[in-house]
């Protein structure tokens, strides 16, 4: 499967941005979205993931309450919406697939098997 990550941008501090990831390829298969970032000098982390049949949700305690992962009806779209944006949240954004299970969704990085290109995101201050 192929991700194509997109809606980053510049942005003011307390301000908005909706990020969207669009799979592609082998979409007939279940998979589990989620969502890392990347600031420079720091390893990848964790922001929000959603089960492929969006019972479950994570979010990373630093992004909680505020940012809200959603998929579309045909689960082939992924949306991050950010709210309340921080200077601490600029980064590369990342999508990223797993193949989908019922029990639980991953956090960690070696729990996805396909990853998107990233898109920029820069709060500023």
């Known amino acids: 499967v192929q991700l194509q990550a997109s809606g980053g941008g510049l942005v003011q501090v307390g301000g908005s941005l909706r990020l969207s990831c669009v799979a592609s390829g082998r979409t007939d298969r279940t998979y589990d979205m989620g969502w890392f970032r990347q600031a420079p000098g720091r390893e990848r982390e964790f922001v929000a993931a959603?089960?492929?049949?969006?019972?479950?949700?994570k979010y990373a305690e630093s992004v909680k309450d505020r940012f809200t992962i959603s998929r579309d009806g045909a689960k082939t779209t992924v949306h991050l919406q950010m709210n309340n944006l921080k200077p601490e949240d600029t980064a590369v954004y990342y999508c990223a697939a797993a193949r989908g299970s019922n029990y639980d969704v991953p956090s960690t990085y070696a729990g996805y098997d396909y990853w998107g290109q990233g898109t920029q995101v820069t709060v500023s201050s």
């Open positions: 959603q089960i492929w049949n969006g019972w479950l949700t």
